[in-house]
């Protein structure tokens, strides 16, 4: 039995199969929508199952402790503003650092392309913070990390669920490793984004070297399509903010996600990882008041997740215990996938021969996307006052 019989609709292209094929007959190759799929060479493979077996989407797991769940907000306010949500990754980035520790976390290269990469310096965690809305590659970085961890040094590992399962997977979850998920919505394509790349180079004849899907120095925390990113030309840069982007608006309703994404194994109160962090979206209704800088919501599953919440409480200006069903209210992936979009499959239909400009019209033009659109279009230009009457009387 080999990892064809897990399917493309469970694959999440972690590689792990890949690393682990005793023959090397296994290679990630980009399909036909830009994801990384194993592919198995027949005339070495010996079927003897390894793959297959060593896969984390194959199967559930174990229920772990009830979770505990929490508001938190690091203290440090520049910090804050640069992080998506609360900024929780930095504080636990910065304590595993000051311990002597790596963290692994993902990046943009120098080519725009996101992959994890292993650091034990603050400066380089600090290019992790952010979402990054585009699948990244982990598979060097699973070498790298077991490395480190039998040299017994401790790891922070972040990344998506599947992502987190790998790495536990691949190095037997030692002591040393502490994991924490991202509460993925889903992830797009790297060929979709290599297009949006491109578009956007050629849009400004330049080259872009920074891009931000979450950023607060505008319209702050919670605002709906916050992205930015800035342009290279000859000796200056210049930032642009567009107003309703095609990308982002893809991912955020959900068009432009790997399969598998709509039948995520991770998804629920029984996460993979030691915490699991996002965003307190219900956090106005809870506390009756704006976190314009940003909260985030935790789920703290394992006793070391326990333990490194601990441990950062100096860096902490909230960290406060939510029941479960407000937790879970706030925030849907933490108790379904993302529903797949009947556009989906049209979307990437041929995206090999199609340029980012052909395709992004597909994203606002199709009917099942004109609900989401006006959702985004009211809560880009109504004004907040207007917002905050809506929900204060909401409930």
């Known amino acids: ?13 972690c590689s792990l199969c890949s690393l682990n094929c005793p023959h090397k007959c296994i290679t990630m190759q980009s399909d036909e929508e830009g994801f990384l799929q194993p592919v198995i060479d027949k005339s070495i493979c010996t079927d003897c199952g390894a793959c297959y077996h060593v896969c984390p989407c194959k199967e559930q797991y174990e229920e772990q402790k009830v979770p505990v769940y929490y508001a938190s907000a690091i203290r440090n306010k520049p910090l804050l503003k640069k992080s998506s949500s609360g900024g929780l990754f930095i504080a636990f980035a910065s304590f595993i650092i000051e311990q002597g520790g790596y963290v692994c976390g993902c990046v943009f290269n120098e080519q725009m392309v996101a992959e994890h990469i292993c650091t034990n310096s603050v400066e380089v965690v600090k290019q992790m ?7 990244s590659t982990i598979t060097r970085c699973l070498v790298e990390v077991k490395r480190i961890l039998k040299d017994d040094k ?9 992502q987190v399962a790998a790495v536990k997977q691949f190095t037997k979850n030692p002591a040393n490793l502490f994991c924490v998920d991202i509460l993925c919505h889903g992830v797009p394509s790297p060929l979709y984004f290599k297009k949006y790349v491109e578009y956007l180079q050629k849009k400004h004849n330049g080259r872009l070297v920074k891009i931000e899907f979450r950023n607060k120095d505008k319209r702050g925390w919670g605002a709906e399509h916050r992205t930015y990113y800035e342009i290279a030309k000859c000796s200056s840069t210049k930032g642009y903010r567009p107003f309703l982007p095609a990308y982002f608006s893809a991912f955020f309703w959900g068009v ?10 991770f998804t629920g109160t029984n996460r993979i990882s030691d915490i699991t962090i996002g965003d307190f979206w219900g956090s106005w209704y809870y506390f009756k008041k704006e976190f314009k800088e940003g909260i985030s919501i935790a789920s703290v599953n394992t006793d070391k ?17 939510i029941p479960q069903k407000d937790a879970l209210g706030s925030n849907t ?20 021969h199609k340029s980012y400009g052909q395709m992004k019209w597909r994203v606002f033009l199709d009917k ?28």
């Not at 401790?154 to 599947?162: D, H, K, M, P, S």
């Not at 432009?256 to 194994?265: A, D, G, P, Q, T």
């Not at 992936?333 to 090999?352: A, C, E, G, M």
């Open 368 to 395: 099942s996307s004109r609900r989401k659109l006006l959702v985004s279009i009211y809560g880009l230009m109504v004004p907040e006052y207007v917002k905050k009457l809506k929900r204060k009387f909401s409930r």
């Open 333 to 352: 992936n933490f108790y379904h996938p993302t529903i797949k979009p009947t556009s989906r499959d049209d979307f990437y239909n041929d995206i090999n």
């Open 305 to 321: 997740g326990r333990k490194l919440l601990a441990d950062i409480n100096d860096y902490m200006e909230y960290c406060i215990e």
């Open 129 to 135: 913070m952010g979402s990054k809305y585009v699948q």
């Open 256 to 265: 432009n996600l790997r399969e598998s994404c709509y039948n995520c194994k």
């Open 1 to 13: 039995m080999t990892i064809d019989k897990v399917g493309r609709e469970n694959c999440s292209g």
């Open 154 to 162: 401790i790891v922070l590992f972040t990344g998506t669920a599947c």
